[in-house]
């Protein structure tokens, strides 16, 4: 069963947006943490934003002042709102979730991955 499903990648001009959007299955009862993670070619995976469930916010120092990451708790959802996209922003980008469902512990479920392209 897939946990979480991404949506809302694509290909871009450099200074445009793009929003991200996860939803999270609602097998997963309880959720810690949410977040998005980018890996480009050739690179590790990082970080790019997060949020816990008491709504605080991280972000990479590489994005912060253009994107927000927001969580909708009656939509069971996690967005990833882009502005003003640079080329260094190209990577497959992943929704990540630290919950636990009533089978399971408490374990970081995955997405399968969005593409995001941004051209010069």
């Known amino acids: 069963q897939m946990q979480l499903a991404e949506s809302g990648g694509g290909l871009v001009q450099a200074g445009g947006s793009l929003r991200l959007s996860c939803v999270v299955s609602?097998?997963?009862?309880?959720?810690?943490?949410m977040g998005w993670h980018r890996q480009a070619p050739g690179k590790q995976r990082e970080l790019v934003a997060g949020i816990t469930s008491a709504g605080s916010t991280v972000y990479a120092d590489s994005v912060k002042g253009r994107f927000t990451i927001s969580a909708d708790n009656v939509k069971n959802t996690v967005d990833l709102q882009m502005n003003n996209l640079e080329p260094e922003d190209t990577a497959v980008y992943y929704c990540s979730v630290v919950g636990r469902t009533l089978r399971s512990g408490w374990q970081n479920y995955w997405g399968q991955g969005t593409q995001v392209t941004v051209s010069s």
């Open positions: 609602r097998s997963i009862i309880n959720i810690n943490n």
